[in-house]
């Protein structure tokens, strides 16, 4: 199937900063999916976009589906240790198949 | 809202042998689930899609006979891997998705199976 590539791999970054991810598709998605896992743990919703150039908040987080829809954006801003995880964009054309992205792992340090 | 279980969490068993990895949704009725496969360190791989009371759809390069998928009801699917042998061993992640339109997929906490 699909793969969506993200970009960084992986993020160091201090407490108190923000933080840019991106994902990219040769795909046109008309939904994109942002999910946030920890360890040997299933993944988390954190923000669901449904259209070309909406943005998204969910407290310190925002998504932006982008305006070609072959990208989305997350922003974290002021960071904590509990963002730590490993953060997957999904996306889809047809609402019923998702394609995940290769993962961003985040830590954060104190 | 919108949980989903999966059970066991943890499950070791012998080369040559069925597991049966059970996934629910608690608090709603999941038209549609998904059975995921993840390695170590990697995304998220599709194996099938799953429609209550109707065959599952296998993704490209998956063994349907190996791995066994029942959606009997709105909350509740199975995924059976046949005739187990180590390179089985993975982390399988359920997701659900609801009824009337709804397209996010809720996920389950995984089940790690290890087969010696």
């Known amino acids: 199937g699909q793969q969506l590539n993200q970009s960084p791999q992986s993020m160091f970054i201090q407490e108190g900063e923000d933080v840019s991810m991106n994902c990219t598709s040769s795909?046109?998605?008309?939904?994109w999916l942002w999910y946030k896992q920890d360890p040997g743990e299933g993944p988390v919703l954190l923000i669901a976009?449904?259209?070309?150039?909406e943005l998204t908040s969910n407290g310190r987080l925002t998504a932006q589906f982008g305006i070609t829809r072959k990208d989305s954006f997350l922003n974290i801003s002021a960071s904590i240790p509990s963002d730590v995880g490993i953060y997957f964009c999904a996306g889809s054309n047809t609402g019923n198949q998702f394609y995940f992205g290769t993962g961003t792992s985040l830590t954060v340090i104190p | 809202g919108a949980v989903v279980s999966q059970h066991p969490s943890r499950v070791i068993c012998k080369s040559g042998t069925s597991v049966k990895i059970e996934c629910r949704s608690l608090?709603?009725?999941?038209?549609?689930m998904f059975w995921y496969r993840q390695f170590p360190k990697k995304s998220l791989m599709l194996m099938a899609t799953?429609?209550?009371?109707?065959?599952?759809?296998?993704e490209q390069g998956v063994e349907k006979d190996k791995f066994l998928i029942n959606h009997a009801s709105l909350t509740l699917s199975t995924l059976t891997v046949t005739s187990a042998h180590p390179e089985d061993s993975s982390f399988y992640i359920c997701?659900?998705?609801?009824?009337?339109?709804?397209?996010?997929?809720?996920f389950g906490p995984g089940t790690r199976l290890t087969v010696l």
């Open positions: 997701s659900a998705r609801g009824l009337a339109g709804m397209v996010e997929q809720f």
């Open positions: 795909s046109i998605f008309n939904t």
């Open positions: 608090d709603f009725q999941a038209t549609t």
């Open positions: 976009l449904y259209k070309a150039g």
């Open positions: 799953s429609n209550e009371g109707s065959k599952a759809t296998y």
